[in-house]
């Protein structure tokens, strides 16, 4: 997790820095609906390669976003899911999902 000083002093540019990018975005999104395992959520995401997976998902588990759980099973099972904080990012990404519908139907795509 970043310390206070190394996050930018503006509030918007700090909320792109921890969750700004295209695949971190997508991936909250699933998360936001249940915890997924790897490989599921890899499938679900095409076009994401398993490498920007794995770092999208190790920074968000280091800014407090996403929670790892493993699971000592034979083979061993690992799940991730939204941490308490990144749960409150709902409200941030379904008025995203408002914006975008209106978008598509202001113009007509």
Known sequence: M???EELPECPVA???????SKWKLLIIRNLLRRPWRFNEL???LPGLSQK?????????????IVT????????PRVEYALSPLGGTL?????LMAQW???YKRQTGC
């Open 90 to 94: 709902r409200p941030l990404l379904a």
């Open 68 to 75: 790892r759980t493993v699971y000592l099973e034979n083979p």
């Open 52 to 64: 920007v997976l794995t770092d999208s998902l190790r920074s968000m588990e280091n800014d407090g």
């Open 2 to 4: 970043l310390t206070k």
């Open 14 to 20: 700090t909320a792109v820095q921890i969750i700004g």
């Open 42 to 44: 890899h499938k679900s």
């Open 100 to 102: 975008g519908e209106d």
